[in-house]
């Protein structure tokens, strides 16, 4: 695979309903703590704090890191392993920008070639997770 096709990313990730939805921000914004509670909630781990992303046919697909796959800081706690999968890109939740209260058309990020959409998320708000899943149904691709 060329190195156009593979791309490594600062994001913590998690698998819904075959969708994968990157979590970004700046370090302690809370993107293990909502990748934790959507994981509570049925989601599967793709990477914390780091994935790979790779071209598949014309596909975006977020795969679990090398070197640190299966690897997850609960932070005061400890490192834990978890199961881990790979899905196409769906949606970017970024955590460093404040939500509005009615988004109204989300910006685009390209990777690889390919646009995602951005949701500016506060992921420490009540009911982050639940809010997530219902952004991913809404925004997602």
């Not at 949606?91 to 460093?96: A, E, F, G, Q, S």
Request: net charge negative.
């Amino acid at each position: 695979m060329s190195e156009a096709e593979s791309r490594l990313l600062q994001a913590t990730a998690v698998a819904i309903g075959g969708r994968a939805l990157l979590i970004e921000g700046r370090p302690g914004s809370g993107k293990s703590t909502l990748a934790l509670e959507l994981i509570d909630r049925g989601a599967a781990l793709i990477g914390d704090d780091g994935v790979s992303l790779q071209l598949e046919d014309g596909v975006l697909v977020v795969h679990p890191p090398p070197r640190i796959s299966n690897k997850f800081e609960i932070r005061g706690v400890g490192i834990f392993e978890f199961e881990t999968t790979s899905a196409p890109a769906s949606l970017i939740l970024n955590l460093d920008f404040p939500p509005e209260r009615l988004p109204d058309d989300l910006a685009l990020r390209e990777l690889l070639g390919i646009s995602l959409p951005v949701l500016p998320f506060d992921g420490t708000s009540r009911a982050a997770a639940l809010r997530a899943e219902w952004a991913l149904s809404r925004y997602g691709i």
